[in-house]
């Protein structure tokens, strides 16, 4: 679908300092005060003014681009980067006449989110219609649930270390006001040199989770360290792939300043943030501009900012739809949505029409917090390594098929993990899974190391040979480069006798 | 057979004996067609895909395995109903040329039925409205204009007030249905029915029509006026022919989650002989103000017909009615700002050639694609749905909906069967006095007495009862309970063999249909 037409949908600004000239001079002279607040929560020391100091307010709403096959209310496919408008039915489009039919696996999903983040599940939630035309909504309004969401009053718990010191961490709770399930809108492509925006409908109407934070966070760190925890969360439920890259996690940060026992300052909202540093960075730029402007007598404006991470700083986007009356609507094609518990559940239902918040609360996977716990109470790793392992998809699961796979206690194999192994794939950008060496290879080489047939240093020789990835086994190398350590004491004092009998002269 | 005969008995039966061809009974019909074309029933006529319908029809027959009642038989739809391959126009700029690419549900399950589609008929735009005035390619006119009874009893006022001046609308929206099923160009029609859009065409033109309960039909496929409200509707000349209609058409349907889970047992309807055990309501609110004193005897005649025959006719009360119109304003208005937000020319439909930006075109393609009722509409519900009037307007009309479904609950539970009731204030007015008042007014005269049962979600159903002084068509209509079809139809099928609705007297009639006509005045319904 094409639009035609000048300055089309130009609403949305693309570079830092379009839109709304302000005071905002770029990110510049903020750069050395940058530290908003540090994971002590304190608050920000007065600026130049000499005043109060500055509390920072930051409050998220995720969306999470729910994992499933089809989308939300149609049967078509969700799939990244297919071929455009190549995943469109008839009621993605918008056809008249079409109805919207709820996927159950949506529903479940939010549910185990919900449950995960420790929400109370709504038994019964409703749908509602939002209405604002744009060319990549093609109804012209989106199904959400604005008054009765499916889960409600959650939290979640994150940890970050303190002033970067891993040895130094601590642990917050961010409250989580409600969880929505709503549909995903369609994409814009923007041709400035024709005029024209194409419009892709591929994403439209697939399965979000809008994870609605309280603003209890306090600088871009947290922030940061919250989404990532959230991340985590997402993938280990699977309930979404939530890579942000990709666009199936995406952040908006409230963010205000206020002085101590004064009521929230006006908050602006940061949009386009596409990584999870970016977050940090965006919502630290925006503290600091927002002090500045005030301690410069200026005023802040309830508006849409937009980050740009080229130049690491936020620019105002569109006049905050501020205007905007979405003409809230109960969505009258869909009857309420109706979650059952034990108790609850009609005895003569179809289960194949009825969904079961406690069968699914009982099969929900051990979430990151649970099975860090478990990994420094079993293998008697410090609490951080337990986060590193964690952090890197893949990572502690291979972790755990070395340990057992080799004699090395694991306090020690941990080292060998994050040191060696984890620096290495950093550096080459790979993932656990795309590694040359394979556990059942680290373990083989850990053990030569274990029974002392080599030496540390002889086993670093190895690994770098392995991770060249051509087949060897870290035997193999060891034989081929002779790095044994020689234990056999005739061996040695044969070598040893050798060496006198050939100098025997001196 | 003749083609006013009953399905069920007559048309199926001759149609199984070889008495008649489908594509007989479809070339008949396309026939009739053409010589009303006048009546402007029709919007699109699907000649060569009916006949092809009706040859695969035929195959069947042969063969002797015809798939039901429905094989073979020539139906209409309603130009708001979406057909795979024909042209599916709502009656308004904004669709004119759209052609879907899949059917809504009911068309589908007519054609899995076998039967013959031979096009899609007129409507207000949107169907917003209660004439079948108001739509793009021009009003419908009521076949009982053209009747011998009709012109018998109307005597033009002026020698100047020939036929051109005097016919009378269909009522609406379905008019072009109730049209077509009226002058024999079909044996059914569906129609949708909002606030009565398929009972008052119905009623002004001698046919039956049939809201069933809402959920009991899918609505996949009908374009949307009031998503809460809608229910396809069904028109058809006798109520069996109704309930082997509904037969085929209701049950669940996976692509509209509105609709009852349950499995729906299609029924015949038994020929009731004894209503001693029938209590049949009368609500003293439907003595509407504008009633006319000819439609309010014929009312107490009726009530009276029952109680002499036994059953227990009682007065009853549902308050809230009488807000009926203007709580529908409200509730009609939001859903229609809302589900024509999709019209924007980007997707499909009507586009403006105007294109200095975005808001520009779609503000164009709007104008230039609905009528004034239907933007009229949109400006007032996006009022209603504004945040600072929400709670005011929305909120409080839905509670008032509730009210006013309560009242019929209450009624019920006293022991009440069914609610008979007037369908219209007065017969059909001609086009030339109907059209001095603007669309919203006369929506909201013509809807008072339809319009409560659609709030409630009720079936409910108009029988064409008598012919009025001028002639023209008189029908009452019986509100059911949830789901009770089946003994709202056998009330109606009752009412019906009581009342003997005369047949229309058309020329255009008596020459397709092979004299047949002559002999059977009032006895071709089944």
Redesign the interface.
């Known amino acids: 679908f094409a639009a035609r037409g000048c300055g089309v949908f130009g609403r949305r600004a693309r570079q830092c300092g379009a839109g709304r000239p302000g005071p905002s001079p770029g990110p510049f002279p903020r750069r050395q005060r940058a530290v908003a607040c540090n994971a002590r929560g304190g608050a920000v020391p007065a600026g130049k003014s000499g005043l109060a100091p500055w509390i920072p307010v930051v409050g998220l709403e995720i969306h999470a681009q729910i994992s499933s096959n089809s989308k939300l209310f149609s049967g078509s496919q969700v799939q990244f980067a297919a071929p455009p408008n190549s995943l469109v039915s008839f009621f993605d489009a918008s056809l008249p006449g079409t109805l919207p039919v709820l996927n159950r696996r949506c529903v479940e999903a939010a549910v185990m989110t919900g449950l995960a983040l420790n929400c109370s599940i709504n038994k019964k939630s409703l749908f509602d219609r939002k209405h604002y035309f744009y060319a990549d909504l093609p109804a012209g309004y989106q199904i959400t649930q604005q008054r009765v969401p499916i889960a409600v009053n959650g939290s979640l718990s994150y940890s970050l270390c303190i002033d970067n010191k891993m040895s130094q961490m601590v642990t917050k709770t961010v409250r989580i006001k409600q969880i929505q399930l709503e549909q995903d809108s369609g994409k814009s492509l923007h041709d400035d040199t024709r005029c024209q925006t194409l419009v892709d409908l591929n994403r439209a109407g697939v399965g979000l989770m809008e994870v609605v934070m309280e603003p209890d966070m306090c600088c871009g760190e947290e922030a940061a360290a919250a989404v990532r925890e959230l991340q985590l969360i997402l993938q280990t439920l699977g309930s979404s792939q939530a890579v942000m890259a990709e666009g199936q996690l995406r952040v908006d940060a409230n963010v205000s300043v206020h002085h101590p026992g004064e009521p929230y300052g006006v908050r602006t909202e940061v949009k386009n943030i596409n990584s999870i540093r970016f977050l940090a960075k965006a919502v630290d730029y925006e503290i600091q501009r927002q002090i500045e402007e005030l301690e410069n007598g200026g005023t802040i404006l309830n508006e849409t900012r937009a980050f740009d991470s080229k130049l690491g700083c936020t620019v105002p986007m569109r006049d905050k739809e501020g205007k905007q009356d979405y003409r809230f609507m109960p969505e009258p094609n869909l009857p309420p949505l109706i979650l059952y518990d034990a108790k609850s559940l009609p005895a003569n239902m179809n289960h194949q029409q009825v969904i079961n918040i406690d069968w699914i609360h009982e099969r929900l996977p051990d979430l990151p917090s649970v099975k860090r716990e478990k990994l420094v109470e079993q293998y008697g790793i410090l609490p951080e390594h337990s986060f590193t392992l964690l952090n890197e998809d893949g990572l502690a699961e291979f972790f755990e098929s070395v340990v057992k796979q080799t004699q090395m206690k694991p306090k020690r194999v941990i080292g060998w993990i994050l040191n060696d192994m984890l620096s290495y794939l950093k550096q080459h950008s790979i993932t656990v899974k795309e590694s040359p060496v394979s556990s059942f290879l680290l373990a083989d080489l850990l053990n030569l190391l274990e029974k002392k047939e080599i030496s540390s240093t002889a086993a670093k020789q190895v690994l770098a040979e392995l991770w060249k990835g051509e087949g060897k086994t870290p035997l193999d190398i060891v034989k081929e480069q002779k790095l044994e350590l020689l234990q056999d004491q005739k061996e040695l004092e044969q070598i040893c006798q050798a060496v006198i009998d050939g100098h025997e002269n001196e | 057979a003749a083609l006013k005969d009953g399905l069920r008995s007559q048309v199926s039966a001759a149609l199984k004996e070889g008495r008649v061809t489908p594509t007989e009974l479809c070339q008949r019909c396309l026939a009739l067609i053409k010589s009303t074309k006048f009546l402007n029933a029709y919007i699109t006529v699907a000649e060569e895909t009916a006949l092809k319908q009706a040859e695969e029809s035929e195959e069947r027959y042969k063969r002797g395995q015809p798939l039901g009642i429905l094989d073979g038989i020539p139906i209409a739809v309603k130009d708001n ?2 057909t795979a391959g024909i042209e ?1 126009t ?1 009656a308004s700029n904004m ?1 004119k040329g759209y052609i ?3 059917n ?1 549900t009911v068309v589908q399950k007519l054609l899995d039925r076998g039967s013959v589609l031979l096009g899609k008929t007129n409507l207000d735009e949107f169907a917003m409205g209660s004439g079948s005035t108001d739509g793009v390619f021009g009003p419908v006119r009521n076949p009982w204009s053209y009747s011998k009874q009709y012109k018998e009893k109307s005597v033009p006022k002026s020698p100047s007030e020939d036929e051109e001046s005097n016919w009378v609308i269909t009522g609406g929206s379905s008019g072009g249905s109730a049209a077509a099923v009226s002058s024999f160009t079909c044996f059914a029609a569906l129609g949708s029915d909002t606030g009565g859009s398929t009972r008052n065409p119905a009623a002004h033109c001698g046919v039956v029509g049939l809201k069933p309960t809402y959920g009991l039909i899918s ?6 006026l ?3 409200m809608d229910v396809p509707g069904i028109l058809t000349r006798c109520v069996d022919d109704a309930a082997v209609l509904l037969g085929s058409l209701a049950g669940h349907d ?5 609709t009852i ?1 349950d499995d729906f047992q299609p029924f015949e309807l038994p020929n009731l002989t004894d209503v001693s055990k029938l209590s049949i309501g009368i609500p003293k609110e439907y003595h509407a103000p504008g009633l006319s004193s000819e439609i309010l005897a014929l009312w107490s005649k009726a009530a009276d017909l029952f109680k002499n025959a036994g059953a227990k006719v009682v007065e009853v009360s549902l308050p809230h009615t009488r807000y009926s119109i203007v709580c529908y304003h409200v509730l009609c208005t ?2 229609v ?2 589900n ?5 020319g ?3 439909g009507h586009r403006s050639d105007v ?8 503000a164009a393609t709007r104008r230039e694609g609905f009528n004034d009722v239907v933007r009229g509409r949109i400006l007032s519900g ?1 009022y209603f ?3 600072q009037n ?1 709670e005011k307007y ?1 909120v409080k009309a839905q509670k008032v909906r509730r009210l006013i479904a309560n009242d019929f609950v209450k009624v019920f539970r006293s022991g009440v069967d069914v609610l008979l009731t007037p369908t219209t204030l007065s017969d059909a007015a001609p086009y030339m006095e109907f059209i001095q008042e603007d669309n919203r007014t006369r929506s909201a005269q013509d809807d008072i007495l339809t319009q409560a049962a659609n709030m409630a979600g009720l079936p409910a159903i108009n029988v064409p009862t008598a012919l009025s002084e001028r002639g023209l068509p008189v029908g009452l209509q019986f509100i059911g309970r949830s789901f009770q079809e089946k003994q709202l139809l056998t009330v109606a099928k009752w009412f019906e063999k009581q009342v003997q609705f005369p047949v229309i007297q058309l020329e255009e009639v008596k020459r397709h249909d092979n004299g047949v006509f002559q002999h059977q005045k009032s006895a071709s319904f089944s």
């Open positions: 109903f979406n599916t709502c669709l879907s690419p899949y809504a609505r996949h496929g009908l374009i949307p009031v998503n809460s996976p692509k509209d989650s509105t889970q939001a859903e700002a809302s024509m937000a999709r019209f924007d980007l997707e499909y294109r200095d930006s975005t808001e520009s075109m779609y996006n749905l504004l945040k929400y929305f």
